[in-house]
């Protein structure tokens, strides 16, 4: 089993909809989670972090459920300028070094 | 406000040449790291370091090395440039510990690399 699994996608939604990822990891003492955004051709940038209660920013709202091993991103009222991929990274136990990012999911929103 | 800075952006390289990929940071952070990113792969470690004078190896490390005699700087040296190094690199760095800030990595804006 892969370490950080993401569908590949790509989600292709209208504006204004409602898109939801979904990432499942494998190892079960990973401590810390993050959403990451790259455009195309740019950098990863840090879009927010995952906490165990659940978390909201704006149209952006993650959810961690360590049970079941995934975390999830939620996008309302979606905007052309969302379109991007969204990495689901994954911190384990101790170090950076144990940084592992999945291979990110592509959503398109369409006018 | 310059963050981590990558250079060159571009460059073609001919196979068995060498050439350095520099990365500096002015954010006084302990960790600095390079990633490889290739379609379908995602971003994979090559090496990282937690300070001056440390690093270790990620994932992919042969065929490249890397120093860290400042804490500023953290340069990727390819020895012997192979088709297969093809690759879009980006540096990154970040703090150490547990600060709130701890968890943020920066990434630089990537060096695209074609080795013919």
């Given amino acids: ?111 | 406000n310059a963050g981590v800075t990558q250079t060159p952006k571009f460059q073609v390289l001919k196979t068995g040449q060498s050439m350095t990929l520099q990365c500096a940071q002015d954010m006084n952070h302990e960790y600095m790291s390079w990633y490889r990113q290739d379609p379908g792969m995602g971003l994979r470690l090559i090496h990282y370091s937690v300070g001056a004078g440390i690093t270790d190896q990620g994932e992919v490390p042969n065929g490249y090395n890397v120093s860290r005699s400042t804490t500023e700087d953290f340069p990727l040296r390819l020895l012997s440039a192979a088709p297969s190094q093809t690759s879009v690199y980006f540096c990154a760095s970040s703090y150490l510990g547990n600060r709130d800030s701890g968890n943020t990595i920066y990434f630089g804006e990537g060096s695209w690399l074609t080795v013919v």
């Avoid at chain 1, 979904?22 to 950098?43: M, P, V």
């Avoid at chain 1, 052309?80 to 170090?95: F, H, N, P, Q, R």
């Fill in chain 1, 1 to 111: 089993r892969k370490e950080v699994e993401q569908d590949p996608g790509p989600f292709n939604v209208p504006e204004g909809a409602t898109v939801a990822f979904n990432c499942t990891y494998s190892n079960s003492a990973s401590q810390s989670f993050f959403w990451y955004r790259q455009d195309c051709r740019k950098e990863p940038k840090l879009l927010m972090s995952v906490y165990s209660s659940g978390n909201e920013d704006g149209r952006f709202t993650a959810q961690l459920n360590r049970a079941s091993q995934y975390i999830s991103l939620l996008i309302r009222d979606s905007k052309l300028s969302d379109s991007a991929t969204y990495l689901c990274v994954v911190k384990g136990e101790s170090g950076y070094s144990t940084l592992t990012f999945g291979k990110g999911t592509m959503l398109l929103v369409s006018p």
